[in-house]
C-alpha cells in the first residue's frame, strides 16, 4: 500500500467512459508524473485526486484513508494551478495564508509559516504586494508558496509552468526539483510537456485516451518503451519507427530493411528473444542518438552496426546535427555531434547502437523486444 | 514627404476637427434645452409664464414654487406637496435595488461556478422574464399581492420590482462572473473556504464594476416606473405618480412654475446617480468584451 493510492479510478460523464480503471501507488516522497497529450485524462485524474471532481468507479486513497467523496479542503492537499489561481484582491501575503486562515489557524502561526516560505521561496520583499503587480515567474513562485504554507500529505500541480517563457520555465523546472530534493514531499504533477517529466519525475505514468499507457521510472520510459506511443510521445525528436523483417543469420535476430537506394540492410539485435518472429514483420525503433557517425557511437556499447545510407536533409542545431534519411520508405533522423562532417544527397556511413534498439508488433503496437 | 505617424486614432485636419466640434455642441445645447427651460421657469413667478416668454431668464427670481412643489402643493386631495412621495421612493427604492442586486449577483454565482444539471434552462426562463411586458403581470400580481397581504403598501412595491429586476440583474451577473476564472473557486475551495465564504471573499470584491451597471439600471427603473407605483402603489405612492397628480389635476390654476420645480425634484436622484457613477456603468457594460 502506498502513500497515495489510486485503485482502479474509473471516470465516466453519463455513458462516455473517459479514464479507464486507472491504478498506481504513489510511495511517500515520490514525484509522479501524469504526461499524455491533450484530452488524455490527466487533468481529470489530478482533479480527482484533489476532490474537484468526483469518483465515478474504484477508490482515491491519502495516507491509507478512502478519500472518495471527502471535500477537498479535509483532504489535506495543496495544489497549484495552471494560471496560478492567485487571488486578485489580496496581497501576497494574504493570497498565502488564505488556507490557513480557512482553517482557522490562530494569527501568529499563520505569520510564522508566511515567513518560513516566503524565506525558502525568497520572496519575502512581494509579500505586500497585489497579483497584478508581479511578474510571471513571481506569481509562480507564490502559488508554489501558497500551497507550501499548508504543509500537505500531497502536492498537486496542474501543468505549472505552462504559462511561463521558454527560458523562465526551464529555470523553474529547475527551482522545483531543487525544492522537492529539500523538502522530500510528495508530488503528482500532470505537464504535456515530455522533457519536464523526464526531467523532475521520480516516476512517470504516461497517459492516451484515458489509459495508462506505461508506469515506470523515467529511464524505463525512455529506454524500454511499452508501445509505439509512448515511444514516439517520449523523447524529442521522436524515436525513428521503421518497418522491417525479422531474419536469422548465424542463430541471431536481424532487422531487415531497405535503404534509400533500395538495398537491403541486415541490423543485428541484442536481443536474442526474437527468433519467434522468423520472417514476420515487426516495427523497429531506434532512438535518434543511437544512430551517429561511427567516431560518435557509444564505445561502452557491444552492438554497434554499420549502416550505410544516403543524406536526404541536415539540420545543424548547435549542440547536435540532425541527419534525415529514408529506412524502409520512412523518414528516420540520426542524432550527430555538431561537427560531423556530413551533408545532403551524399552516401554515408552510420553507426546504429542496437543494445538500444527496440522492437514493436506491427498489429497491437506493442513492444516485443 | 509626409511623416508616417503610428497614431491609431483617425487623423483629421483642423478645420474637420472644428466642424465636428460644432456639431457636437450644437447636439449638446439641443438636448440640454429642456432641462434649462424646466430650471428657469422653476424659478419665476407664475404670471411670468403665463404671460410671456418661456425661454426668457426670470425678471424677478424666487423659490416659491421650490417650497411649494416640495411641501404645499396640492397632490390628489391632501396639500402636502411631493415630500411623503419621495420618501415613499427612497423608501422603495433603496431596498428594492439593494436586494435585487444581490440576488442577482447570487444567481450569477450559481450560475457560472455552481453549474447544475439544467442550469442553462434555469438562466433562460429568467432570461425570458427580462421580455414579459409589465401589462401583462398587472392582475396576476394584484392577486400575489393581495393573498400575501402586501397590497397597496412599500413592501408590496419592493416586491415587485425585486422580481422584475432578479432577470435582468442575474444576466449582467452571470455575464461577468462567466469571464471569472473557474480556477480561482476551486483554490478557494481546497483552501477550504465555503459556498459563501468564496462569493464573500474572491468574488465580491472584483465585482464593482457590474454591481454599479446593476444599481444604475435598477435603480432608474424602479425610480421612473409609474405604472406598478400607480397600480399597487395605494396609500404609499411613489413619486412618479404623485407628480403626475401634481401635474395633471385638472382643477384650479395650472402653476407651470410649480410643476416643473416638480419635475425636476422627480429627475433629481437618477440624475444624482448617473453622474456620480456613470463612468462606472460604460466601464461595467464593456468589462469583460475587451481584454485587458
Redesign the interface.
Known amino acids: 500500500m502506498g502513500f497515495l493510492d489510486i485503485r482502479n479510478v474509473t471516470k465516466s460523464y453519463g455513458q462516455v467512459e473517459v479514464l479507464h480503471r486507472v491504478d498506481i501507488a504513489v510511495e511517500e516522497g515520490e514525484f509522479l508524473v501524469l504526461v499524455g497529450p491533450s484530452g488524455c485524462g490527466k487533468s481529470t485524474l489530478l482533479n480527482m485526486i484533489?476532490?474537484?471532481e468526483g469518483i465515478s468507479a474504484g477508490e482515491i486513497a491519502i495516507k491509507g484513508r478512502v478519500v472518495n467523496g471527502v471535500?477537498?479542503?479535509?483532504r489535506n492537499?495543496?495544489?497549484v494551478?495552471?494560471?496560478y489561481?492567485?487571488?486578485?484582491?489580496m496581497t501576497v501575503g494574504q493570497n498565502m495564508t488564505?488556507?490557513l486562515e480557512?482553517?482557522g489557524v490562530p494569527k501568529p502561526e499563520r505569520d510564522r509559516a508566511l515567513a518560513d516560505v516566503a524565506k525558502l521561496l525568497q520572496i519575502e520583499t512581494l509579500l505586500d504586494r497585489k497579483p497584478g503587480q508581479l511578474s510571471g515567474g513571481q506569481r509562480q513562485r507564490v502559488a508554489m508558496g501558497?500551497a507550501l504554507v499548508r504543509n500537505p500529505d500531497v502536492f498537486l500541480f496542474d501543468e505549472p509552468l505552462s504559462n511561463l517563457d521558454a527560458k523562465l520555465r526551464v529555470d523553474m523546472r529547475t527551482e522545483i526539483k531543487k525544492l522537492h530534493q529539500k523538502l522530500k514531499t510528495t508530488i503528482v504533477y500532470v505537464t504535456h510537456d515530455q522533457i519536464e517529466a523526464l526531467t523532475l519525475s521520480t516516476r512517470i505514468a504516461v497517459m492516451n485516451k484515458g489509459h495508462v499507457q506505461q508506469l515506470g521510472t523515467p529511464k524505463e520510459i525512455y529506454d524500454t518503451p511499452a508501445n509505439v506511443f509512448v515511444a514516439t510521445f517520449m523523447g524529442s525528436p521522436a524515436m525513428n519507427i521503421v518497418p522491417a523483417k525479422i531474419v536469422l543469420r548465424d542463430g541471431h535476430p536481424h532487422a531487415a530493411l531497405t535503404d534509400a537506394d533500395g538495398t537491403l540492410q541486415h541490423l543485428r539485435f541484442s536481443q536474442g528473444n526474437l527468433g519467434a518472429w522468423e520472417g514476420r514483420d515487426i516495427l523497429l525503433g531506434i532512438r535518434p542518438e543511437a544512430i551517429t557517425d561511427p567516431e560518435g557511437a557509444d564505445r561502452k556499447s557491444h552492438n554497434i552496426v554499420a549502416l550505410r545510407n544516403r543524406v536526404t536533409v541536415t539540420e545543424p542545431a548547435g549542440a547536435d546535427t540532425f541527419v534525415t534519411m529514408t529506412l524502409s520508405g520512412k523518414d528516420a533522423i540520426a542524432r550527430m555531434r555538431a561537427d560531423a562532417n556530413v551533408a545532403p544527397g551524399q552516401v554515408f556511413d552510420f553507426a546504429v547502437n542496437m543494445e538500444k534498439a527496440v522492437a514493436f508488433d506491427p498489429e497491437t503496437e506493442q513492444r516485443i523486444a | 514627404m509626409s511623416a508616417v505617424t503610428q497614431d491609431t486614432a483617425v487623423s483629421t485636419g483642423r478645420v474637420t476637427r472644428a466642424f465636428i466640434y460644432l456639431v457636437l455642441i450644437l447636439f449638446a445645447l439641443f438636448y440640454l434645452l429642456p432641462l434649462y427651460v424646466m430650471g428657469v421657469n422653476s424659478l419665476k413667478p407664475l404670471e411670468e409664464i403665463t404671460g410671456g416668454n418661456m425661454m426668457a431668464l426670470p425678471s424677478t427670481w424666487t423659490l416659491d414654487p421650490w417650497r411649494s412643489a416640495w411641501s404645499t402643493a396640492q397632490i390628489g386631495v391632501e396639500p402636502t406637496g411631493l415630500k411623503p412621495y419621495f420618501l415613499n421612493s427612497i423608501l422603495m427604492v433603496v431596498p428594492a435595488v439593494a436586494i435585487s442586486t444581490i440576488v442577482g449577483a447570487l444567481n450569477g454565482y450559481v450560475l457560472t461556478k455552481w453549474r447544475f444539471r439544467g442550469d442553462t434552462w434555469v438562466f433562460g426562463l429568467m432570461l425570458f422574464s427580462c421580455f414579459i411586458p409589465f401589462q401583462i403581470v398587472l392582475i396576476p400580481m394584484a392577486v400575489v399581492l393581495g393573498k400575501l397581504g402586501l397590497a397597496g403598501s412599500v413592501p408590496g412595491l419592493i416586491l415587485v420590482h425585486v422580481v422584475y429586476g432578479i432577470g435582468f440583474t442575474t444576466l449582467y451577473f452571470r455575464n461577468y462572473y462567466a469571464a471569472f476564472p473557474t480556477e480561482l473557486v476551486r483554490a478557494a475551495m481546497i483552501d477550504g473556504a465555503g459556498f459563501f465564504r468564496i462569493f464573500w471573499r474572491i468574488l465580491l470584491p472584483v465585482s464593482g464594476p457590474i454591481a454599479v451597471v446593476s444599481v444604475i439600471w435598477q435603480f432608474t427603473n424602479i425610480w421612473n416606473d409609474f405604472l406598478f407605483g400607480a397600480s399597487f402603489g395605494g396609500t404609499s405612492q411613489p413619486m412618479t405618480v404623485a407628480l403626475n397628480n401634481l401635474v395633471q389635476s385638472s382643477t384650479g390654476v395650472k402653476e407651470y412654475n410649480v410643476h416643473f420645480a416638480g419635475a425636476i425634484l422627480a429627475a433629481l436622484p437618477t440624475l444624482i446617480v448617473y453622474i456620480v457613477a456613470g463612468r462606472y456603468f460604460v466601464r461595467g457594460l464593456m468589462a469583460g468584451s475587451v481584454k485587458g
Open positions: 484533489a476532490g474537484l471535500h477537498p479542503s479535509k492537499i495543496a495544489m494551478f495552471q494560471s489561481a492567485l487571488y486578485p484582491n488564505f488556507g480557512m482553517h501558497r
